[in-house]
Nanobody, 115 residues
Framework: QVQLVESGGGLVQAGGSLRLSCAAS????????LGWYRQGPGNQRELVTT???????NYADSVEGRFTISRGNIKNSVSLQMNRLKPEDTAVYYC?????????WGKGTLVTVSS
């Protein structure tokens, strides 16, 4: 059974940085797509960024230029470097993997940005 575990969330002041990591276990197949989504207070879950097997990336306009997604050396691992954080980045961040056409989600990690 595939499991995704996120780490790296926490409290940071506006303008600071955090790095989130996610590792998926339980599959012998590589994920076609890995990504990060977030859900802020009172908001729906939204796309932050994705990366494909080939390294193609996609970012939400709100994080473009501040966040960077990268695949790790370990199979089905991904990181999210978040710089110049803003209070509106406060959310639970979820890792998502698509493996053999099936999507899997982590339980999320909380990022809180204070003003």
């Amino acid at each position: 059974q595939v499991q995704l575990v996120e780490s790296g969330g926490g409290l940071v002041q506006a303008g600071g940085s955090l790095r989130l990591s996610c590792a998926a276990s339980g599959s012998i197949f590589s994920a076609n797509t890995l990504g990060w989504y977030r859900q802020g207070p009172g908001n729906q879950r939204e796309l932050v960024t994705t990366i494909t097997t080939g390294g193609m990336t996609n970012y939400a306009d709100s994080v473009e230029g501040r966040f960077t997604i990268s695949r790790g050396n370990i199979k089905n691992s991904v990181s999210l470097q978040m710089n110049r954080l803003k209070p509106e980045d406060t959310a639970v961040y979820y890792c998502r993997a698509v493996i053999m056409g099936i999507e899997y989600w982590g339980k999320g990690t909380l990022v809180t940005v204070s003003s």
